[in-house]
């Protein structure tokens, strides 16, 4: 197989062919067949330059990860077997076996992107049949994915995850936050980009309702060796939604077998869900304890600065003026999650296509008047006090307690104040709600909190902070 490759000719060929072989069934028999054959098996001899062993890989994607993940082994094992040899080098170049196929998807569900991308492979001795593939949204990809403060971090990890998978540090990722705020987009623009890297690779991607779906399917057949295998022979898993898991204990536990041999052979797993693994409650420890072990990172709700940059994106893209006034318009009201933003968007576009209308600042309260409504929703004492604890870090009950203690008692003032400017409320009715104080403590605090805004800058900006994140 690799004699035709034309590099350096070697008196010994045979005998490092040999020799080759012999290593090649070493490292198959320790890393085991599934995943020799996900990252091995393309290896190719080349030759020998010097005491260099030539192996050559047919794409850069896979080069680097034999590389990361077996490029020591690789090479004691060469030196064990050729005497001489003290390095092995790993070189990209297409071999002429056709590349593995990506996982072919349920008929009906293929889109045409994934298609384009991914040409009907030529079958192989083992194809790897797989029903997992959900379609890839074409939209979600890297580059329409907008970076603001909220999800820098997260965009960060995704990145680094569809450069280098399967990197210690970062396996499993794990991205958590609220409905709308990107999860899924990221989850498919890592699918995306490591399928244009390497088509070969299988990347499955599906949400944990699916998995279960699946598995329930397998178990009613009898078909769970199958269910098994399948899941196992791909090279980057993806469970979306994680938290639809919760409650399911025959299903979950089998996620967490997939999931423990997936990230033993060396695969990344790409998990979402509503919550930090922490606070999924009704998961095994066992399950969480591994759910935390690469890497965890949250989308943030969005802020004014990054809606209106995400506005500013969409708009462009859809080809239609938005006027600057209305995009700050929509960043103002619209703050619940990005989807919701969109859905705005895409309305006040579409009834300016339709009637051929310009967008203007007049005409889109009228077009969104039901959505602007719903996102109109008065502030109440609760927002107040909730954001008040969490931005300093105390617990909510202290808004009603009666410790006196100054890291307690400055935050509450600050939520009677902000009660105070913020809703319509009087203050014995504010008080009432601060553990039944008197309203002349609420009137206290209200003064004292705007003396101290006055006198430190510091404290002003904190306070104007809150204020704007709890207007948004
Ligand atoms: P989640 O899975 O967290 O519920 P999605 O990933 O489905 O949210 O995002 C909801 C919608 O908002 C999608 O259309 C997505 O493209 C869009 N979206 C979310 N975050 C961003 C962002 N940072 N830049 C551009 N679009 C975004
Ligand atoms: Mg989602």
């Given amino acids: 197989m690799d004699q035709d490759t034309g590099e350096t000719p070697t008196p010994n060929a045979g005998k490092i062919a040999a020799c080759w072989a012999r290593v090649r069934t070493r490292l198959r028999q320790e890393v085991g067949d599934v995943e020799y054959r996900n990252w091995l098996r393309q290896m190719s001899l080349a030759g020998v330059e010097g005491e260099a062993l030539l192996v050559h890989l047919p794409t850069r994607f896979l080069r680097d990860w034999v590389r990361d993940h077996y490029g020591d082994r690789l090479r004691m094992l060469c030196q064990a077997e050729m005497p001489g040899i003290r390095l092995v080098e790993l070189r990209v170049q297409a071999t002429s076996r056709a590349v593995q196929p990506v996982l072919e998807d349920e008929v009906e569900e293929v889109s045409s992107l994934a298609e384009s991308l991914a ?30 403060k909220p999800n820098e971090f997260a965009h960060a990890c995704a990145r680094r995850v569809a450069e280098r998978p399967a990197q210690a540090g970062f396996n499993p990722l794990f991205l958590y936050g609220g409905v709308g705020l990107g999860k899924t987009h990221l989850m498919h623009a890592i699918a995306w980009s490591l399928r244009e890297q390497d088509p ?37 898993l993806m469970v979306d939604d994680l938290q639809f898991l919760i409650g399911k204990d025959n299903t979950q536990e089998e996620f967490f077998h997939t999931f423990n041999a997936l990230i033993d ?38 802020t004014y600065e990054l809606r209106l940059s995400i506005l500013q994106s969409k708009a462009n893209i859809s080809g239609v003026e ?44 009228e077009v969104l ?71 002349t403590t609420v009137l206290h605090a209200v003064n004292k909190i705007t003396e101290l805004m006055a006198e430190d800058p510091s404290f002003a900006e904190d306070v104007t902070l809150l204020r704007k994140m709890l207007e948004m």
């Fill in 369 to 439: 008047s039901d959505i602007l409504r719903a996102h109109d929703k008065r502030l109440s004492i609760d927002d107040i006090q909730r954001k008040v604890a969490e931005h300093y870090n105390i617990r909510l009950t202290e808004m009603a307690s009666a410790r006196r203690a100054r890291a307690v008692a400055r935050p509450r003032q600050v939520a009677m104040y902000l009660a105070k400017q913020l809703t319509s409320r009087s203050l014995p009715e504010i008080g009432r709600r601060f553990g039944n104080r008197d309203h």
């Fill in 322 to 365: 938005v006027p600057p006034r209305v995009q700050e318009l929509l960043a103002r009201k619209i703050a619940s999650n990005v989807r919701d933003l969109e859905g705005a968007l895409n309305r006040i576009v579409a009834h300016a296509k339709l009637f051929g209308r310009p967008i203007t600042l007049e005409s889109v309260p």
């Fill in 119 to 148: 040409p009907t492979p030529a079958p192989l001795a083992e194809p790897v049949r797989n029903d997992w593939l959900v379609p890839l949204d074409q939209r979600f990809t890297f580059d329409s994915f907008v970076v603001g």
């Fill in 265 to 302: 052979a060396g695969k990344q797993i790409i998990i979402s869900a509503d919550k930090a693994p922490n606070d999924l409650s009704g998961i095994e420890d066992r399950l969480r304890t591994r759910l935390s072990g690469g890497i965890v990172a949250d989308l943030h709700a969005t």
């Fill in 200 to 236: 070969g690779l299988s990347v499955a991607y599906m949400s944990a309702e699916k998995f279960m779906y699946r598995f329930i399917a397998a178990l009613r057949s009898h078909n769970t060796m199958e269910f098994k295998t399948q899941l196992r022979s791909v090279h980057v």
